[in-house]
């Protein structure tokens, strides 16, 4: 039972409620540079089932693990060839279901991860399609055109790959098929009522594993619209700035709802609550709202969090648009500042802004390695403050940065391989996991192998070097996480406080200066008490009121003001 309280008129209300995914803060596990118990230099189910006392402890709710499902790994496992098994790089059908016993023994929920905008090459249905003659029921489970007789070798519509390139590939008897990812990624037909009822299936299988949920990829991509129309914008200038994605006929296209109303339908047969989440990449905050309306997803990414730049305005903006558009559907927002598609935020927030840029890494400039630990562990202290559901992605916690310079021959990302390098991809997010400085691989696998190299910055950054640690970015986040979870913060009221009137008030009208103006302020009340956070990005300090008691602080240096690029949170009477 869900309520939002009616007491009081805060801009975002406190919500009442049993429903453990609404408050729930999330870790993403991604396998392959997690931890490796084999010692292939691949991650595996057994190395993560052994870190979940590390996840319990560090104080999560839940672990959503990226795809370990059959796959030839082009794209990383986001290529599956068979949804209802498990890839012999990760382990076995029995590995899952140890794992998720050991999760829910230790009170930790389990997400896996849903691919169904296409599948691998590989994968039966895609054999059987190729195997079949053009316009067969067995083509239909995919999107074949047949090729223009006047010119063969013209794409049938100009759409491009997220990956760059053409989205349209040959088969050998001439037709063409869509892969708005990698050609060897072809996107399934989800007109097909035969793929509709497939997938049902794969969710029923996962959910009888015990699973508690599905984050769904790439979920605003699943209808394209009629016709399959020619576009007048690369896929690139729509992924920038102010664009709406709707605007792609292969993105956020209507359509998509039918689909989740009916697999909500499915999970609501399951007893306890099962839960789905959109990786749906859609502005603005009223079209992603659609997707967490009643009956369809309980969450989506927000993304538009990820995005913003370091700059108070765009972010406080962004706080407030979110939960004006989630509050009207009912729905909880999300806070997210990393995953592994992403340039870490430890690298992400010190680039320059003509440089900022989230997805797909781009090539950067490298930018100053302490600023962005600073600013990193500032935004992740304000996001665990908001109210709703957060997500960190391995690593965030130890401030781990983007590795930058992989050698070309060492990176896997089809973006690299398909731009011809002139995208870099995103393996400098995925290096993997260092949890011990003087033992081979950082602790990540006993035989010293890893899939990709990891540079030594990160044997200093290990967990072995942080637990304990006063003031490492480890244990601030495992202060965080003790405090939300003590203080019920997933579940507050929110305000906005306005510290640059009170400053200004404060300064008098000869020094309306900006002491205040570069800050996002705000308080979270529960029945626990306001906790007042005060993220400051501007150039002057804030001093911190005499009856205000410091709880937590990103820069452990802090005792009367909060510094440039620092955040507190500080119990108010
Ligand atoms: C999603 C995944 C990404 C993958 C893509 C294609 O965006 O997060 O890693 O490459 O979908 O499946």
Request: aromatic residues 10%.
């Amino acid at each position: 039972m869900t309520q939002l309280s009616p007491a009081r008129s805060s801009f975002h209300p406190a919500v009442e409620s049993d429903e453990w995914w609404r408050s729930a803060v999330i870790y993403q596990v991604y396998p392959r540079s997690f931890a490796d118990a084999d010692g292939d230099g691949i991650g595996d189910l057994p190395g993560i089932t052994a870190k979940l006392p590390y996840l319990r402890d560090l104080g999560v709710d839940a672990v959503w693990i990226s795809p370990f499902y059959p796959s030839p790994q082009s794209d990383a496992g986001y290529d599956v060839s068979d949804y209802c098994d498990v890839d012999p790089l990760f382990g076995t059908l029995a590995d899952v279901e140890a794992l998720v016993s050991r999760a829910h023994d230790l009170g930790l929920r389990v997400i896996v991860d849903l691919v169904p905008n296409h599948t691998s090459d590989r994968h039966e249905w895609f054999q059987r399609a190729l195997a079949a003659p053009p316009n067969s029921p067995e083509r239909d489970w995919y999107i074949f055109r047949d090729a223009d007789p006047a010119d063969p070798e013209r794409t049938p519509n100009n759409w491009e790959s997220v990956f760059g390139g053409p989205a349209w590939s040959k088969t050998p008897d001439g037709q063409w098929y869509l892969h708005l990812f990698d050609s060897s990624q072809p996107d399934l037909n989800w007109e097909n009522p035969r793929v509709r009822e497939a997938f049902k299936g794969v969710l029923r299988f996962w959910l009888d594993r015990g699973v508690d949920g599905f984050r769904v990829d790439v979920a605003h991509g699943l209808v394209k619209a009629a016709g399959l129309p020619d576009i007048d914008r690369t896929t690139e200038e729509l992924q920038g700035e102010g664009m709406t994605t709707s605007a792609a006929p292969f993105w956020d296209q209507d359509g998509v709802h039918e689909i989740y109303l009916s697999w909500r339908a499915v999970l609501d047969e399951y007893p306890e609550d099962r839960v789905m989440v959109a990786e749906a990449w859609v502005e603005p905050y009223e079209r992603i709202a659609r997707y967490v309306r009643q009956g369809e997803f309980h969450q989506a990414f927000n993304f538009s969090f990820l995005e913003a730049p370091w700059d108070a305005a765009v972010l406080r903006e962004c706080i407030e648009e979110s939960f004006r558009a989630n509050d009207l559907v009912g729905a909880p927002t999300t806070w997210v500042l990393s995953n592994h598609d992403v340039i870490r935020p430890a690298t992400r927030l010190a680039l320059a802004p003509e440089h900022f840029t989230s997805q797909l890494g781009a090539p950067v400039p490298a930018p100053n390695p302490e600023l962005g630990a600073r600013r990193a562990r500032a935004a992740t202290t304000a996001m665990l403050a908001l109210p709703g559901s957060a997500y960190l992605y391995q690593g965030e916690e130890l401030g781990l940065v983007e590795v930058l310079d992989l050698a070309e021959e060492t990176r896997q990302d089809p973006t690299f391989h398909r731009t011809n390098g002139e995208r870099l991809g995103r393996d400098g997010c995925r290096v993997p996991m260092p949890w011990q400085r003087d033992a081979p691989a950082y602790g990540f696998s006993e035989s010293g192998a890893a899939w990709l190299p990891q540079p030594t910055l990160y044997g200093d950054l290990a967990v072995d070097q942080q637990e304990g640690e006063d003031g490492s970015p480890l244990e601030l986040v495992r202060t965080l996480l003790a405090l939300r979870r003590e203080r019920a913060l997933g579940t507050g009221s929110f305000d906005f406080v306005d510290l640059a009137a009170a400053a200004e008030a404060r300064a008098g009208a000869d020094n309306k200066a900006s002491a205040g103006s570069g800050i996002v302020a705000f308080d979270v009340t529960t029945a626990a008490g306001t906790t007042r956070v005060v993220l400051n990005l501007g150039p002057q300090a804030w001093p911190i009121p005499a009856d205000a008691r410091i709880l937590a602080a990103s820069d452990p240096s802090v005792t009367d003001s909060v510094p440039t690029d620092c955040a507190v949170w500080l119990a108010i009477a």
